[in-house]
Structures are given as C-alpha cells and as structure tokens.
C-alpha cells in the first residue's frame, strides 16, 4: 500500500550540482506531478505529465526538466542547482476516488543547494 | 490576483471544540474543485476533503466538512471535535477545468494557515 514513493527523503548538493529526484506510484494512475513548497508559501506546480509520454509545464519551470519514464515513474532533473532552488519537493499523482479526480502526494524530498 | 486566498495564518482551538479554516478562491471557470489538505509537522501531504463546483451537497468527511458558498466563492473547512493530532499546516487548493481537458487535475495552492490544537 505505498501510494507514492520519493527518493531520496534529504539532499545537499552544492551550486552548480547536477541531481534527479525519482517518484513512482502503484496506483496506476495517469496524471503525475511535481510540485516545490518554499516557507511561507503554498505548493507550486513546476512540471506535470497527464498521461505516459507527455510532460507539460507548470508554474515554476525554470531550472527543472522532467521525464515520464513509464505510467509509473515520473522523475524531476536539476542539471545545474542554485540556491534559489533549495526547497520541499513533492510528487503527487491523480486519480479517481469515488468517483472524483483525487491528487496524492509522497512525503517530500527536502533539498538543501548550497 | 490570487486565486486561493487563505487570510489565517494562524488559528487556535481548544480540545474537542470546532473550528473552521477560511478559504476563498477566484476563478471564471465555471468547472472546478476544491481541496483541503493537512500537512503534520513530518511533512506529508494528506487529502482530507473535497468538493466539487456542481455538488449541491456539502462535501462531509468524518470529522471534517466544508462550508461551500458558491456565490461568495468560498470554501471553508470546518473541523468538529478538535484533536490534539489536528495540529498541522492546513492548504486549501483549487483544481480548475474539466475532466479530459489537458489542464485536469493541476492544483493551485494556498498559502496555509497553521492550526494549534491546546488540551
């Protein structure tokens, strides 16, 4: 009953650092997420994926890619990190639930760039 | 402009009170839901209540209902029987669009208000 997994819970990385964060989910939904939560603010959506095979972008995209490896794993790239990226970053996937399109998220993967 | 707007930043309540959480929302689409989520001092994200614009009905969790007002455009979460657990972050998001539609299913968070729950 794992829902959404993330990896890796921490990360530290230093300025111009490279990193993949990794997200599966087993409920065989469709519709996938990215999302970075900052103090004092709401979640923020950076990158989603509807459906295998298509990402689209979110709120906040710059300095991220994605890929939508299969239904499953959907994955968030930092190719150079900054500062400025250091952030909560959360998974989240979307399906039905009685009938409505419920969004789940994982536990988050706290992100230090120094 | 802001389309979730939560004016608490932060609420108190007494152990096994109620206590309701503001959230007010802009949109034109007349096709939307409404979320509430509750984040613990862990971290995680975890789904409490939802409400859809059509529903003529007060969506009703257990615990945990949501006073929607379409007309003032908002969707307040009302907590009964306040819990010493209840103490979190509390978001109030809005999914607009329709199912099908390519914008399905994107959230638009609030800021949150943080719930102290005293014994």
């Known amino acids: 009953n794992a829902g959404v997994t993330q990896t890796p819970k921490f990360q530290v990385l230093k300025t111009g650092q490279s990193m993949t964060l990794q997200c599966a989910q087993d409920?065989?939904?469709?519709?996938m997420y990215w999302y970075r939560q900052d103090p004092g603010m709401g979640l923020r959506l950076i990158y989603y994926?509807?459906?295998?095979?298509?990402?689209d972008k979110g709120e906040v995209p710059n300095g991220y890619n994605v890929s939508r490896l299969n239904k499953r794993e959907f994955s968030l790239r930092l190719e150079s990190a900054a500062p400025s990226q250091t952030s909560v970053y959360f998974c989240?996937?979307?399906?039905?639930?009685?009938?409505?399109?419920?969004?789940?998220f994982g536990a988050g993967t706290r992100l230090s760039v120094l | 402009a802001q389309k979730i707007t939560q004016t608490q930043p932060g609420m108190f309540v007494q152990e096994k009170e109620a206590v309701t959480l503001d959230c007010t929302y802009d949109?034109?689409?007349?096709?939307?839901?409404l979320f509430w989520y509750k984040q613990p001092s862990s971290g995680e994200m975890i789904f409490l209540i939802y409400?859809?614009?059509?529903?003529?009905q007060n969506a009703t969790e257990g615990r945990y209902s949501l006073n929607f007002q379409k007309a003032r455009k908002s969707a307040n979460l009302v907590i009964s029987a306040s819990q010493l657990g209840d103490s979190a972050m509390y978001f109030c998001?809005?999914?607009?669009?329709?199912?099908?539609?390519?914008?399905?299913?994107?959230?638009?968070f609030g800021q949150g208000t943080i719930l102290t729950v005293h014994p």
């Open positions: 409400q859809g614009s059509y529903d003529q």
């Open positions: 949109t034109s689409d007349p096709s939307y839901g």
């Open positions: 989240a996937s979307s399906g039905p639930r009685q009938g409505r399109n419920i969004q789940y």
């Open positions: 994926s509807a459906s295998e095979g298509t990402t």
């Open positions: 998001a809005m999914r607009e669009g329709h199912a099908g539609g390519t914008s399905y299913g994107k959230l638009t």
């Open positions: 409920m065989n939904h469709n519709s």
